[in-house]
């Protein structure tokens, strides 16, 4: 089946700074790659996805980039702020049999 | 409001006495699943179901079973619970297409003593 890694564990940056989780997959076959965002107590919610078929994908502050030949993609935050501390967890799989990372906790310093 | 819904959002329960975790969509979702949140580990999934009556094994099923006998309710059952069950459950649906993003529920959590 499919093995997801996800790095960092952790991660703090500077208000304002860039923040950068990659992620890398074992099944060649996995076509689809949704980031999800968890608050505090909160449900998983996606904030952006990508298919097998594009490279790069940005909405508004979050980009994602697929290396498919790699068997890796990754999550790039700008300008962070406070409220974009969370947990980060990337998954890959078919469209419905996702496999998930073991999640990014990301802390905002102002 | 379209929404995914799980019932009983905390539960304490003791080894051995049979337990079951609702969860219901109101989008008309063909696909569902449940998920299990351990630090360090992220979601894993246990059960999913592509539509009515037809369900599969996810990565973790040992120990739960589901059934799907109406499109809106995917029910989570612990037969015999044991204290590594204990964990933050999650419900989701799928509403496949052109979009698969995965809305999940609340969140179950769950301590078994």
């Known amino acids: 089946g499919e093995n997801v890694e996800q790095h960092p564990s952790t991660l703090s940056v500077q208000e304002g700074d860039s923040a950068v989780i990659k992620c890398t997959y074992s099944?060649?076959?996995?076509?689809?790659f949704p980031w999800y965002k968890q608050e505090l107590g909160k449900r998983p919610q996606l904030i952006i996805d990508?298919?097998?078929?594009?490279g790069e994908k940005k909405d508004q502050r979050i980009a994602v980039t697929l290396n498919k030949t790699a068997k890796h993609f990754s999550l790039h935050i700008t300008e962070t702020q406070p409220e974009d501390s969370a947990v980060y967890f990337c998954a890959a799989g078919p469209d419905n049999k996702l496999t998930f990372g073991g999640g990014t906790r990301v802390l905002v310093k102002p | 409001e379209a929404q995914v819904t799980q019932n009983p959002r905390y539960l304490i329960t003791v080894t051995g006495k049979k337990l079951t975790v609702t969860c219901s969509q109101n989008?008309?979702?063909?696909?569902m699943s449940w998920y299990r949140q351990d630090p360090g580990l992220g979601l894993r999934q246990i059960y999913y179901s592509m539509n009515v009556e037809v369900t599969d094994k996810g990565d973790v099923p040992e120990g739960y079973k589901v059934s799907r006998k109406e499109k809106r309710n995917f029910p989570l059952i612990l037969e015999s619970p044991s204290p590594n069950q204990t964990s933050l459950y999650f419900c989701?649906?799928?509403?496949?297409?052109?979009?698969?993003?995965?809305?999940f529920g609340p969140g179950t959590r769950l301590t078994v003593l």
């Open positions: 990508i298919r097998s078929n594009v």
């Open positions: 989008m008309n979702h063909e696909y």
């Open positions: 099944d060649s076959a996995s076509n689809y």
């Open positions: 989701a649906s799928t509403g496949g297409g052109a979009s698969n993003e995965q809305f």
